[in-house]
C-alpha cells in the first residue's frame, strides 16, 4: 500500500475526535435526557414486542397507542407549560369531563358541531381562569387551589347531566373522534398541530422565554418588567382551554359527554409524563419534546400491559412507580445541575 493510499484512507475516515465532536453536537441538539428517553421507549418496544410480537409491531396496534395518548399528550404539554412557570394544575381530569357534559349538551340543544366545539373550548378556558384568579389573587397553593376546583368541577358536571351520560349523533362532531385524514386518525392530527403550536410558543416566542423567567426566580421576572400575575392567570387559561380541547376530542371518539371522563388518573399521568419529560417540579426547566417522549412511554407501557395481560391493579402500582421514578430523576438532575 503505497503512501497516497494511506493518505486516502486518512481523509476517508473521520478521526475519533471528530467522531466525539459529531456525538456532542448530537447531545446538544437533542438533549441528553431525551436520549435517555429514547433509549428507554425502545427498550420497551423490545419488551413487549418480544412478548407479544404477533401484535405489538402490527400497524392497527401502533395506530392505537397514537389514538390512546391522544388526549393525554395534550394535556401533558399544557402541563409542561404549567410546570415550567412554577405551577401545577391536578383539576384537567375533572375539566376533560365538565368539558365532554358541555359539549355534548351544546350539541344536542343546537344540533351544530362548531358551536359545540366552542362551548367545550370555552368551559375549559372558564376552569382555568377560575383556577389562575384563585392562585394568583386569591394567593392560594396551586395544588390545594386545584384539588379543591378538581372536585368542584366535577361536581357540577355530575349535576347538569344528572349523573348520567349524553349521547351525541352529529356525524360531523364524531368525525373529529373517529375520521380519518390521509390515512391517519384524525385525533392524531389534532396532537400533531397542538405539539407545534405547544413547541413554538415555548421555545421560539418571548412569551415562552418570559415563562422560563417566571418559574426559574418570579421576583427577578418582575423586576425585569415581566407582569407576573398576568402570566399566571394566562397560563392557566391555556391549561383549561387544553383540557377543553382533550374533552371534545374524547366526546367525540365516544359519541357522548360523560362526568365520570378524565377523573381515572388522567391529571396524574399528564404530570408523570411532563416530570418524566425533564420538567423540575421547582419551575424553569422542562421541554415540549421531553414531554411527547414522556407520553409515548406511557402509551407503549399502558399498551404492552393490557397486552400481556398484566392485571389491573398491578397496572396502577407500575403508573405509581413510574411518577415516584420520574420525580426521583428529576430531583437528582437538579441536584448535579
Not at 359545540?116 to 382555568?128: E, H, N, R, Y
Not at 377523573?263 to 396524574?268: A, D, P, Y
Request: charged share 10%; with cysteine; aromatic share 8%.
Amino acid at each position: 500500500m503505497t503512501s497516497s493510499d494511506h493518505a486516502q484512507m486518512g481523509s476517508s475516515a473521520p478521526s475519533a475526535p471528530n467522531r466525539r465532536g459529531i456525538a456532542q453536537r448530537i447531545a446538544d441538539r437533542v438533549g441528553v435526557h431525551n436520549i435517555s428517553l429514547i433509549f428507554a421507549l425502545i427498550v420497551l418496544c423490545i419488551i413487549f414486542g418480544t412478548l407479544r410480537g404477533d401484535v405489538f409491531f402490527s400497524s392497527r396496534n401502533i395506530l392505537n397507542i397514537g389514538l390512546a395518548v391522544t388526549i393525554l399528550g395534550v394535556l401533558a404539554m399544557s402541563q409542561t407549560v404549567v410546570i415550567v412557570a412554577g405551577g401545577l394544575d391536578v383539576s384537567v381530569g375533572s375539566t376533560v369531563g365538565f368539558a365532554t357534559v358541555a359539549t355534548a349538551m351544546v350539541a344536542q340543544s343546537t344540533g351544530s358541531a362548531a358551536v359545540a366545539v366552542v362551548a367545550g373550548l370555552l368551559i375549559g378556558a372558564a376552569c382555568g381562569l377560575v383556577n389562575g384568579i384563585i392562585i394568583t389573587y386569591g394567593r392560594v397553593n396551586a395544588v390545594i387551589a386545584t384539588l379543591g376546583t378538581m372536585a368542584i368541577f366535577r361536581g357540577v358536571a355530575f349535576i347538569l347531566s344528572d349523573g348520567q351520560s349524553i349521547s351525541i349523533f352529529d356525524e360531523t362532531f364524531r368525525f373529529m373522534g373517529n375520521g380519518r385524514v390521509l390515512g391517519f386518525p384524525f385525533p392524531i392530527w389534532i396532537l400533531f398541530v397542538t405539539a407545534v403550536l405547544f413547541q413554538i410558543f415555548l421555545s421560539r416566542s418571548i412569551a415562552g422565554r418570559n415563562v422560563y423567567a417566571i418559574g426559574g426566580n418570579p421576583v427577578v421576572a418582575r423586576f425585569s418588567g415581566i407582569n407576573v400575575n398576568r402570566y399566571r392567570v394566562a397560563i392557566y387559561i391555556m391549561s383549561g382551554f387544553a383540557a377543553g380541547l382533550g374533552g371534545i376530542i374524547l366526546a367525540a371518539r365516544t359519541g357522548s359527554g360523560q362526568p365520570i371522563s378524565g377523573s381515572q388518573g388522567l391529571e396524574l399521568e399528564a404530570i408523570t409524563a411532563a416530570v418524566l419529560g425533564g420538567c423540575a417540579l421547582q419551575g424553569g426547566r422542562g421541554t415540549i419534546v421531553g414531554a411527547l417522549l414522556g407520553v409515548l412511554i406511557i402509551g407503549v407501557l399502558n399498551n404492552g400491559m393490557i397486552l400481556t395481560a398484566v392485571p389491573t391493579f398491578y397496572q396502577l402500582l407500575a403508573k405509581g412507580a413510574l411518577l415516584i421514578l420520574a420525580v426521583l430523576v428529576a430531583e437528582y438532575r437538579l441536584n448535579r445541575a
